[in-house]
């Protein structure tokens, strides 16, 4: 069974930065090709953020997050970081770390339907 543990959520101000920690021992020692962050504003729906091969560390980025996120990782750890910077009131949102094993061009693997493993979630706030 693959568990994905979030922290790091909070309250910040807009213009602020926070750092999202998904740590997973399960989903590195299982091999799964992607972990990937997720979010989900009140009243919406989920939608990808940014993706991480965890075999070679490339990485893909929505539009929406592309120069204020970045994604790490620390293998030994074996936990992925989300630094986001320059947060706006839009960034608001439940923010989901999930892991899969499926394989194909790392621009598709933003889709939801894509994970079967979901973490429980952080809270994300930027207020203005």
């Known amino acids: 069974q693959v568990q994905l543990v979030e922290s790091g959520g909070g309250s910040v101000q807009a213009g602020g930065s926070l750092r999202l920690s998904c740590e997973s021992a399960?989903?590195?020692?299982?091999?799964?090709?992607?972990m990937a962050w997720f979010r989900q504003p009140p009243g919406k729906e989920r939608e990808g953020v940014a993706v991480?091969?965890?075999?070679?560390?490339?990485?893909y980025y929505a539009d929406s997050v592309k120069g204020r996120f970045t994604l790490s990782q620390d293998t030994a750890k074996k936990t992925m970081y989300l630094q986001m910077n320059t947060l706006k009131p839009e960034d608001t949102a439940m923010y989901y770390c999930?892991?899969?094993?499926?394989?194909?061009?790392?621009?598709?693997?933003?889709?939801?339907?894509?994970?079967?493993?979901w973490g429980q979630g952080t809270q994300v706030t930027v207020s203005s």
């Open positions: 999930a892991a899969t094993r499926s394989f194909a061009w790392i621009g598709y693997m933003l889709a939801s339907s894509r994970y079967n493993y």
């Open positions: 399960s989903a590195y020692d299982a091999g799964r090709n992607y």
């Open positions: 991480m091969s965890t075999g070679s560390g490339s990485t």
